[in-house]
């Protein structure tokens, strides 16, 4: 096969091309290769006489924006039968390599597409262009240019499974070094996999991956998880913008702890000092007092909890809205579970190929939610528990255990892995929780579960000045402390009721994953501040 | 006039009601009435036998979420002709109110939109229901039910210039303080005004607005700035999101500073102490190694900076993008510059509403750019200050009065408020940034300026760790402290580069404003952390 002259074969390109349009390119073409390999940098040794392959393999230069290069590209994943014979320039990772005599299989990787490559000794390619193949590090970035093969048998270990590419030329564009800390095939392994064979197979421990997270965030299921987390995001926005909500801002350095100064991290701030805002909940309110009507935020939101768990993080992203009311804080609490209710109908239609990519290295059982979703008042929940022997008094908070049992009472019942409780005592909220009118043991406050783990807690919040200095008394809070917080409300505010959602909880919980740190790109924890 | 039963009342909804609806919601009214009466608080002196208007008129209770009220409440802004001689109600601020005799005047104002109503001694209003209303505090909230009567002679100082309400009912909902320390009314007036009649008109200072935020967020101006610094965000993510970008979120809390150690903040962090992150460049550029190719972030940035200027905060919120190139890092700047004319033909298209209300209060000139934008090289931009009599040396970074100036000198001979210039000096570029391959007295880096002030600064980065290696040392830079840094690109990496983009400056100058504190929610300055 002769480069580039074949009758039959085509740059892949948006449209048919005329000869003159070939002849033009293929000039231009030459021209690129010929400053490609002015910067190539092959040993000396590897550039023989006899090489037929000189200026078709090497190592491209630092890319330092020498050149406008009008060069197409093409996506792994778009490499089809539909492209049988055309040439192809790919570029993309070298997934894996193995030399076996005259020729060298490669796979090219891109995110979670793959696809097979052949480099192998003909008319075009030589011994030295096999070997140089041969050593290309895995995890390097290369180019090539190729030609669409359909494969007689399915190639299993690609996601490209029905063409593969025979290699005419091999750049390496960006090397990786040769002693890779971890393999991207051993951090893709199915869990299964890793539990029935623990003896043949490597696995690739939480902290090896974290410590290496450039390295293992290129795993597919990692690229799957932080798309359908962006997904998240934007649907969450997108419905609540449709609702008639506004985004706002709020600052993470803030004056004074709002919670009483426990669990809040210390900031120098020039010749003082401050904190950071475990929570935009005052700036929300303070945009509902002024007038802004229904906002939501979403931003980092820091708690200096020494809890080492699987689902706790010390900076974590907030989900938070809040919204004025007319009469009844259910006007919010439904708003909320709407749009929860649009969110999983969004990641089940939009994010198929993401959870599927997910199921294929974790075993997921696929998320069930409820229209509307399901609405259970506290003291059901308590009676639940209650009859599955729990002890548990009316106005005792849950344990982390009484909500995962919660959770798999009510899955069993109801059949799904969302629901919302309602009403929760008024002796385990905060200050600032509006009172039940009928009965004060319970509050306008309500919690969210997914897969019996909590990822929202809101209320109504109390907007009267008198009654919050009351409520901040019983409390015995320093009213000192709060004063700009109850003074917000001294200028007419409307009622209102909202609540905060932990972004990779959601993910985490959605897609059935063990650990928080799977959803959080560069966690930290009390133990992790790095990378 | 009687309420609820004159055959040419309606309420207004949807739809055009049957008798049988009409009837049952004239019973569901009276209901809720009845309600409403039992937990008024009208002062025992007031209500008086010969007072025709009892259960007309009051303070309600403290909405707790007592019950679910179908009421349906109509905005100040659909309030127009077509809705001549219909009840509604109506839940809004008491902006202004003056008693006159047996009337009186008062304005309700929602959001950006004012109406005025008269609540007038008549067959079902009595005095004391007028003395009541003439004794609402301003910026309470208040409920009025009232018919809708269309004016003879324009209301000048309503944003509903045809329409006045005839007060029927006037509940209190959430009432405000008596002393208000800064009205709406002289927050709200404009600038042009302040400066002509500074003897007769209230000026609002900033930190009295800024001290008492909740109450300045209020005026039109302030709920138009904040709609627009959203809109500006929904269209940076929507336009990026089009062209295939990733949205990723970075910590806030790092390990290390990133640059050197200057202007950041420390963080104690349990045991040991951290710092908050001064942008999320290393988190990008990882992402981008990480084979996520195209990334955007929003979120907060820090900079302890003791910059007391109209243009710097301690805390500000970033929109970064960073993207993989195939061979010249203008295929990113072409895609930021496209990206920020995607914005502003938005902001034209969507915005003029909120543009306009802005320009109320402030003479906004409006926002001028090309397309696409322009883009000059830096030589090209020190040969125009030159020419206009500044001494600036080939490799001299710019001043902020330069800065200014080049933009005047821009606007007269492009008739352009938006900017690119390309190439700066290599050596007033921080360490990772991509020298010219051409003549490396320059980089491959750029500003991005809107009516002459800096809103963005982006470069190729050094993808390259052996390269970086040498420019950090030529920089004087402890390797190890960048050592995470530097490792990042050891498995691989493609070329790429990016920006970060400050949010409340592309607000403030594209509005054309004087100062950033205008629209920051919440600002932070080194002498600011509340509210």
Redesign the interface.
């Known amino acids: 096969m002769v480069v580039g002259s074949s009758v039959n074969l085509e740059e892949v390109g948006d449209q048919v091309k005329s000869k003159k349009q070939q002849k033009k390119e293929a000039k231009e073409a030459l021209k690129a290769e010929k400053k490609s390999r002015k910067s190539q940098e092959v040993p000396a040794n590897e550039v023989q006489p006899e090489d037929i392959s000189v200026g078709k393999y090497g190592t491209l230069g630092?890319?330092?924006?020498?050149?406008?290069?009008d060069?197409k590209?093409t996506d792994v994943k778009e490499l089809d039968v539909e492209l049988k014979d055309h040439l192809v320039w790919v570029?993309g990772?070298l997934h894996t390599s193995r030399a076996k005599g005259k020729q060298c299989f490669i796979v090219i990787r891109?995110?979670q597409y793959t696809i097979q490559g052949i480099v192998a000794v003909n008319d075009v390619v030589s011994k030295q262009m096999v070997k140089f193949a041969s050593n290309v590090t895995k995890?390097?970035?290369i180019d090539v240019y190729a030609s669409v093969q359909v494969v007689k048998v399915e190639i299993e270990s690609c996601s490209q499974k029905n063409v593969e590419l025979n290699v005419n030329q091999l750049w390496v564009?960006?090397?990786?070094?040769s002693q890779?800390p971890l393999l991207i095939e051993d951090a893709s392994r199915p869990v299964k996999d890793e539990e029935e064979q623990d003896g043949l197979n490597i696995r690739v421990n939480q902290d090896t991956r974290l410590d290496n997270?450039?390295?293992?965030?290129?795993t597919p299921a990692?690229?799957a998880i932080?798309?359908l987390?962006?997904g998240v995001?934007?649907l969450f926005?997108d419905i609540l913008?449709s609702k008639g909500f506004?985004?706002?801002?709020?600052?993470?350095?803030?004056?004074a702890a709002s919670e009483g100064g426990a669990n809040v991290?210390?900031?120098?701030?020039?010749k003082g000092s401050?904190y950071?805002a475990q929570s935009p909940q005052l700036?929300k309110q303070?945009?509902i007092?002024?007038?802004?009507?229904k906002v939501f935020t979403?931003?980092?939101v820091?708690r200096?909890e020494?809890s080492n768990t699987h689902r706790h993080l010390?900076?974590f992203?907030g989900l938070d809205l809040e919204m004025a009311f007319?009469?009844?804080?259910?006007e919010v609490l439904n708003t909320i579970g709407d749009t929860f209710t649009e969110i999983f109908k969004g990641l089940r239609d939009q994010f198929n190929d993401e959870i599927e990519t997910v199921g294929q290295q974790f075993s997921v059982e696929p998320f069930k939610f409820l229209q509307p979703p399901l609405i259970l008042e506290y003291p059901t929940a308590v009676t639940m528990l209650r009859q599955a022997g729990v002890n548990i008094g009316d106005e005792d908070d849950l344990s982390t255990p009484d909500e995962k049992l919660l959770g798999r009472l009510i899955k069993a019942k109801y059949d799904t892995d969302f629901y919302i409780l309602d009403k929760f005592p008024l002796a385990v909220r905060p200050f600032y929780t509006?009172?039940d009118?009928?009965d004060n043991k319970y509050s306008?406050s309500y919690d969210i579960f997914m897969r019996g783990e909590e990822i929202m807690s809101g209320a109504?919040r109390i907007?009267?000045p008198q009654?919050l200095t009351e409520r901040a008394t019983h409390h015995d809070i320093d009213l000192e402390k709060i004063k700009?917080y109850i003074d917000?409300?001294?200028?007419?505010?409307?009622?209102h009721a909202g609540g905060g959602i932990g972004?990779e909880r959601v993910v985490m919980l959605y897609l059935g994953l063990d650990n928080i740190r799977k959803t959080?790109?560069?966690p930290?924890d009390?133990k992790r501040?790095?990378?």
Do not use: W
């Open positions: 630092l890319i330092q924006s020498t050149e406008k290069l060069r590209f570029r990772r891109q995110q995890e390097s970035i564009v960006s090397p990786a070094k890779l997270r450039v390295l293992d965030l290129r990692n690229q932080f798309r987390e962006a995001c934007k926005r913008l506004v985004e706002i801002h709020t600052p993470k350095i803030i004056s991290f210390t900031v120098s701030y020039f401050a950071l700036y303070m945009a007092a002024a007038d802004f009507d979403v931003g980092a820091f200096a020494d010390t900076e992203v007319k009469y009844h804080y259910h509006m009172p009118p009928k306008n109504q907007h009267d009654f700009a917000a409300f001294r200028f007419g505010c409307p009622p972004l959080s790109m560069f930290r009390p501040l790095t990378p």
